[in-house]
């Protein structure tokens, strides 16, 4: 008999469910304990907090968004941070802690769940002797070792939808509506959600952009008698010639990007070099939330059991990975080596420019 622990760590991500449901399943078909870590690795500190997963636990959690165990974005054991007694934020490695506690009960095996941040802590914690299987998770579809992550899709369902919404009301106004996506890095949900809900113009963090472009395709749209425009920005988008203005490039802080982030930034240079009306919206989080497609539920619960596979041969130190049409597992340090960005010789960025979408370029 194993015993299993399993932990869902960063961003959540429509599906995570699902790979619980099918690891607590698979396991439970082989004998198999398991174990759900609460808030990520950082559950695996106290033992008390480690919660049993039955069947019962379970039951229909597939269909469910976020993650029965919990999540966090600031769990990292190797640096974690804390109050030192001068009340000064430091931070500490619990990493040892955390090692101890797993071999202190007994676990054969770690499935940890999440995006290139936590797997990187998977990475050190295989480094370090604990025997690890990751599985990969992020809505923004930007992981090099796989062709898909679960989420991905439900997240572009959603943004498909919102700017399907948008197409009436931007219409009824002749206005100009700017919508930001999630994509801090790569621009996969902007192209794949802009192309299938009819944008005119599609930002994204490899092409950068110029202000001219998109402002002659909207003009341009008003000699074709189309008096608004979608606009899509991903979070990343940066325009060319160096101005940066999108997160993760340093010059502007976390807090000040929700409220005002690059899409806003655009909305208000189209108003001010086209006259046009021009609203802008952020999605945010929406595209993280509600229930998973049914193709991200699948590709979940084949990492799930995929997972538990591995266990069976092994090979720990490695993460699933679908390379269509199969699952293989792929080692720790390949998966979280580079970053997958939209390639521009892709046929979803020929597809965008064969049907008048601009990019920006
Ligand atoms: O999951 C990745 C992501 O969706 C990014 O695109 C986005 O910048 C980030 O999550 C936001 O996450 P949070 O607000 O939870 O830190």
Redesign the pocket.
Known sequence: MKKIVISTG??D?PGLNAVIYAVVHACYKRGWEVYGSRSGYMGLLDVDELVRLGLDDVEDIYSTGGTIIGST?KGDPFAMPVENLAGEMTVVDVSDKILHNFRRMRFDCHIAVG?DGSLEIARKFAEKGMPVIGVPK???NDLEATDRTFGFDTAVSTATEALDKLHSTAKSHDRVMVVEV???DSGWIALYSGISGGADVILIPEIPFDMEKVCEKIMDNALHEKHYAIIVVA?GAVAAGGKVIS?GMGEVGRSELLLGGVGEWVASEIRARTGKDTRSLVLG?L??GGSPTTFDRLLAMRFGAAAVRLIEEKKFGHMVALISPNMSAVPLEDAVKSRKKVDLNNDKVFTAREIGICLGD
């Open positions: 960063g961003g991500a974005n995006g992020t809505i923004d999630m994509g801090r979070e997160k989080h595209q993280r």
